[in-house]
């Protein structure tokens, strides 16, 4: 049972916000021209300003700054005129300045709302406090404790590599009541940032990283619970993983007369539980202040304008339009989205045919096996839509039937071009005269007198048989649906 | 428009009293009992000196989150080369294959992302 249903057994219902930190993609870092790059030799692609060597002047990077704000216009939010950047001040060995450069009051984005979509295609909606711009720490390793972690360790390893690469925080509302809700809202996220190039979005990388804000309150309540952090949480199966054992164990723990505690509480994959991770109840105190190394910001509404007039079409319009306009499912919607240029190619297809139904069925199917099979991408290969368009203009105008379209795709495959030329050039066109059709009946009912005998003694599924040693007399040519209604005739 | 804040902010200090130890703590510096004394008279001293601002009427000056004048100092988002590692580890108290070796860590990170 799913935390959520099993709060919803007790009487409460889950209130989850999440905040995620996910790295650009940019060549160099945020405020240096040190390469951004994951992995690599440690500490090999630093310099001065990553290291927080005295007297070094970081400068923003454009690019960051750009895709900043084409997030925040990808989800409505509002991009103020006026924006800085604040020193966050705290120690910790993998960030060598002893202060990180983030954003306080004045973020480049305000507001906005993620619109998302359920496995069962429910849209829902989760609103956004900010996007704000930040750099990343260092990376440090625990040595000395054999298992890598903190505790037991004799000293720390660090690796500047990352420090300095531009993350954008995003902080939602806590407008999601269930850990499916919080796992598709990230997918959401995701596929937005992909779509516009701003971010790889790995979380196996650590490209993407977020925690979640649980509390519970009783059903039908408005006040907000005491909330608790969950951090840790390494993969979207372990987000969905996560919230639901920490929903139920608030449900639990105030069931049974206790109170939720504010408190950080970090993931253990392996036992499938939170735990607390008070160390000493340190309040943190960051003593934000504004960078005087970095001028502010000003975004003028010219380049807010060009911004979002070259956005691409958004995401959830996209899958309304595949799932309402042109009827396909959740799931085909879904998996094309997830693939951008495979859905750019569905896109042309459509456009060219007018046949979503059918243009899906190809590029989902048989295209997207012969990729798989060729390692071609389908964009790439010999295939173009227009092709594609014509293939389907011959399956309507039932000149070639659904068989011979198979092998067409094939042959398309293989470079054979434009399919209606093959189709004339070696007279694969569809026999529907119901002369020749006849004929071919005929013979096959001579010749399988037992099927036809069995077919009249009331086993009617030889009929599948018949028609199938037809197809066969034919090449593969003669009209199904012809075949099927003049068999059943002359056996009736 | 919601402007809400990170959390970890706390309020402009007073300039009524200053904890002394807990500012120390926050700078990592470790004071005897009479530097507690001493630097809490002093910084007392500054903040009544800063304190002068409120007697001034500020109405007609905008809020300044900056007393430079300049906007919008950005860069192309190119390449630069860096600093080669054994000059950067060179200058480190103590390294280990290619990474800074630093004591071990204790507390919990905090809000580091
Ligand atoms: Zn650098």
């Known amino acids: 049972m799913s935390g959520t249903t099993g709060a919803a057994a007790a009487g409460y219902e889950a209130v989850i916000g999440i905040e995620c930190h996910v790295e650009l993609k940019t060549q160099t870092k945020m405020f240096c021209g040190c390469l951004n790059e994951f992995g690599g030799e440690p500490n090999t692609k630093v310099c001065p300003v990553c290291l927080g060597l005295p007297g070094a002047l970081p400068v923003p990077n454009l690019r960051a700054i750009e895709h900043m704000i084409r997030s925040g216009l990808a989800f409505e939010a509002a991009i103020p005129a006026f924006s800085k950047f604040d020193r966050k001040n705290y120690f910790y060995p993998d960030m060598p300045k002893d202060y990180q450069i983030s954003q306080y009051d004045m973020p480049l984005t305000q507001g906005g709302v993620v619109r998302y979509w359920l496995e069962d295609g429910t849209i829902k909606e989760c609103r956004l406090v900010r996007i704000h711009l930040e750099e990343d720490t260092g990376k440090s390793t625990h040595a000395g404790s054999g298992d890598g972690r903190i505790a037991g360790s004799a000293y720390s390893l660090v690796d500047f590599n990352r420090a300095g690469v531009p993350l954008m925080e995003c902080v939602s509302e806590p407008d999601i009541r269930s850990a499916e809700e919080a796992v598709a809202f990230l997918e959401a996220l995701k596929r937005t940032f992909v779509q516009l190039g701003v971010s790889d979005v790995k979380m196996e990388e650590g490209s993407l990283r977020c925690d979640a804000n649980v509390s519970i309150r009783p059903i039908g309540a408005h006040e907000l619970g005491t909330k608790t952090e969950i951090k840790n949480m390494n993969s979207f199966r372990s987000v969905q993983r996560a919230i639901d054992s920490e929903i139920a164990r608030q449900v639990a723990l105030v069931t049974s007369g206790g109170r939720v505690i504010q408190e950080t509480r970090g993931w253990d994959e392996v036992h499938a539980t939170t735990h607390s991770m008070r160390s000493k109840e340190e309040a943190h105190d960051y003593r934000y202040f504004p960078d005087p190394d970095l001028p502010p910001l000003e975004v003028s509404e010219n380049t807010v304008g060009w911004l979002r007039v070259e956005l691409p079409e958004s995401v959830i319009r996209r899958f309304t339009r595949y799932t309402g306009e042109y009827g396909l499912n959740v799931q085909q919607a879904t998996q094309l989205i997830d693939n951008p240029s495979l859905a750019e190619y569905f896109d042309a297809c459509v456009a060219l045919s007018e046949n979503p139904a059918q243009s899906v069925n190809f590029v989902l199917g048989d295209l997207s096996r012969l990729a798989n099979e060729t390692g071609v991408a389908i964009y790439a290969s010999p295939v173009v839509p227009k092709h594609v368009a014509e293939l389907i203009a011959l399956l309507d105008g039932k000149t070639i039937n659904s068989k011979i379209a198979k092998d067409l795709l094939e042959r398309m495959w293989s470079g054979g071009g434009s399919p209606k030329a093959i189709v004339e050039r070696e007279g694969l066109a569809q026999t529907s005269d119901p002369g020749a059709v006849a004929k071919f009946v005929d013979q096959v009912l001579a010749a399988n007198g037992d099927a036809v005998a069995q077919y009249r003694a009331g086993k009617t599924n030889v009929l599948g048989f018949l028609v199938g040693q037809v197809m066969k007399a034919s090449g593969g040519k003669a009209d199904p649906a012809l075949v099927q209604t003049m068999m059943t005739q002359r056996l009736a | ?113």
């Open chain 2, 1 to 113: 428009m919601n402007t809400r804040l990170p959390h970890g902010s706390i309020p402009i200090l007073s300039s009524e009293k200053i904890d002394v130890r807990y500012v120390a703590k926050l700078a990592r510096i470790a004071l005897t009992d009479d530097e507690v004394e001493r630097f809490g008279t002093q910084l007392a001293d500054l903040l009544t000196h800063v304190d002068a601002l409120a007697q001034l009427d500020i109405a007609s000056v905008s809020a300044t989150a900056q007393v430079i004048e300049s906007r919008n100092v950005l860069r192309d988002d190119l390449p630069r080369p860096g600093l080669d590692r054994d000059v950067v580890l060179a200058q480190a108290p103590a390294s280990q294959g290619g990474f800074f070796r630093v004591p071990r860590i204790i507390a919990v990170k905090g809000e580091a992302s």
